[in-house]
Each structure stands twice: as structure tokens, then as C-alpha cells.
């Protein structure tokens, strides 16, 4: 099982960028996903959510109207769109993956099966 998440950077305060995951090593369409942030010195935030065939999704509260999370089975990818970025959202972002059940909200970390290593956004003028 392998989660490689791609896209991040360096990015000025109201720029966007687009974070990238590439599953591999299971049924993808079978799993809901999910994408978190962790800043140093914080929890884990969960951010948003996507069921398994993309027809659901959740956003956080903290980044509702900004950030939007999108799949494509037929590359078993998944995507958080990051738009109007903030001071306070730099953090490490990380994809996760757990098997479809249970509908499409926002989840403890720990409820998640498969982690990807993360992807560093950096937000600064």
C-alpha cells in the first residue's frame, strides 16, 4: 500500500495550489479519502473527506470555501484543491484512506487505515 501525496511549496498569502495523492496497492474506489494537516506543535486537522465514488464530500469549517477535495478512480488519485491561502494554513498535508462505511464526515485520525508521507505548504511573502 503506498499513499505519495505531490504539490506542495512555497506559495504567497491569497495564491492557491493544488495538492496531489497517488494510491496504489489496494482497491481505491473502495476506500473513502480524506486529506489532514498537521502544523508543528499541533493535532492532527482533519480537513476534508470524500466518499468512494466522489459524490459526497465534507470540508472543515476552518477551510470551508476555500479548500475543495476531489478523486478520479480511473488513476486512484485524490486532490485538494487550496484556494485564498492563509498565514495559519501552512502545515504538513497528508492524504489518508479508509475503507468505505459509515457516510462522509469529518473523522478522528485514527479511524483512517493507510497514511501517505506528506507534503510541506509553506504560505509566506
Known amino acids: 500500500v503506498q499513499l505519495v501525496e505531490s504539490g506542495g511549496g512555497l506559495v504567497q498569502p491569497g495564491g492557491s495550489l493544488r495538492l496531489s495523492c497517488a494510491a496504489s496497492g489496494f482497491t481505491f474506489s473502495r476506500y473513502y479519502m480524506a486529506w489532514f494537516r498537521q502544523a508543528s506543535g499541533k493535532e492532527r486537522e482533519g480537513l476534508a473527506e470524500?466518499?468512494?465514488?466522489?459524490?459526497?464530500?465534507v470540508v472543515a469549517d476552518s477551510v470551508k470555501g476555500r479548500f475543495a477535495i476531489s478523486r478520479d478512480n480511473t488513476k486512484n488519485m485524490v486532490f485538494l484543491q487550496m484556494n485564498s491561502l492563509k498565514p495559519e494554513d501552512p502545515a504538513t498535508y497528508y492524504c489518508?484512506?479508509?475503507?468505505?462505511?459509515?457516510?462522509?464526515?469529518?473523522?478522528?485520525?485514527?479511524?483512517?487505515?493507510?497514511w501517505g508521507q506528506g507534503t510541506q505548504v509553506t504560505v509566506s511573502s
Open positions: 489518508a484512506a479508509r475503507y468505505g462505511y459509515g457516510g462522509t464526515w469529518l473523522r478522528s485520525w485514527t479511524e483512517y487505515d493507510y
Open positions: 470524500i466518499s468512494t465514488g466522489g459524490v459526497s464530500t
